[in-house]
């Protein structure tokens, strides 16, 4: 029984987060807000004409140094929350809740420094 209740909660997660995309672009807004007075440079893979993705997503990089950098999404969590994901990990890449972007900012601002001086960290 227990089996079961996970799935459909996975099914409804996945189902808000599909369904919530002005949540989500609200959110990933806020980051980018938050990541621009940090210094960093993004992209917005959000907008529906341009790049229609199923899932909005921001790219956060290092300005000349693209290699360097993050994907980072929004998606539902238990108890009608958000949180932040990196996207190429999907669920197992939580950042940060939603609703603090300065504070998920500062998080990605310490993966993307560990990203380009390894030895420092």
């Known amino acids: ?6 799935r459909a909660e996975r099914q409804v997660l996945r189902l ?3 369904l919530g995309r002005r949540t989500t672009t609200r959110y990933l807004n806020a980051l980018a ?3 621009q007075a940090r210094g ?3 992209t917005k893979l959000y907008r529906p004409k341009e790049f229609p993705t199923p899932l909005p997503m921001l790219w956060v990089h290092a300005g000349i140094a693209k290699e360097v ?3 980072v999404s929004v998606r539902a969590t238990p108890g009608g929350t958000w949180g932040y994901y990196e996207a190429l ?3 197992q890449g ?3 809740p939603c609703g603090d972007a300065k504070s998920a900012a500062e998080q990605i601002d310490l993966l993307l420094k560990h990203q380009m ?3 420092t960290w």
Not at 1 to 6: H, K, Q, T
């Open 1 to 6: 029984m227990r089996a079961l209740s996970v």
């Open 69 to 71: 950098g993050i994907v």
């Open 33 to 35: 807000v938050a990541l």
């Open 117 to 119: 001086f390894p030895g």
């Open 89 to 91: 990990r999907g669920r």
């Open 94 to 96: 939580y950042l940060w």
């Open 40 to 42: 960093w440079r993004f």
């Open 16 to 18: 808000r987060t599909r």
